[in-house]
């Protein structure tokens, strides 16, 4: 079991970038799909995460409003759309693939995103944003 996040890259404060991740041998479609990230000397953050079927979203206060998580199963593919960047979003993003999102509800509709669910892991993203 192999997932492959890509996408990421070098970008300007309030710039984009979308990622992706794939899969390949075994298909997405039965698992929930988590984001998370990891800068330099801090702790792993769970951003985003959606439910197999895509019916459920849920993300982290640090990024709602402004990433966007999707998943096109046809292709087999997972997606973090990311707006409005900032210097705080710099750090390696991965994908993770579990049974379902393990969340927390936090305040105004926000989750803490937790990584125990999730069994299956990418080799992880560079994400550098600059002020």
């Known amino acids: 079991v192999q997932l492959q996040a890509s996408g990421g890259g070098f970008v300007q404060a309030g710039g984009s970038l979308r990622l992706s991740c794939a899969a390949s041998?075994?298909?997405?479609?039965?698992?929930?799909i988590g984001w998370f990230r990891q800068a330099p000397g801090k702790e792993r953050e769970g951003v985003a995460c959606?439910?197999?079927?895509?019916?459920?979203?849920y993300y982290a206060d640090s990024v709602k409003g402004r990433f966007t998580i999707s998943r096109d199963n046809d292709k087999n593919t997972v997606y973090l759309q990311m707006n409005s960047l900032k210097p705080s979003d710099t750090a390696v993003y991965y994908c993770?693939?579990?049974?379902?999102?393990?969340?927390?509800?936090?305040?105004?509709?926000?989750?803490?995103?937790?990584?125990?669910?999730?069994?299956?892991w990418g080799q992880g993203t560079e994400v550098t944003v600059s002020s």
């Open positions: 993770a693939a579990g049974g379902t999102c393990l969340v927390a509800p936090m305040a105004d509709e926000t989750f803490y995103i937790s990584s125990a669910a999730n069994d299956f």
């Open positions: 041998a075994f298909s997405l479609n039965y698992y929930s």
């Open positions: 959606v439910s197999s079927s895509g019916g459920n979203t």
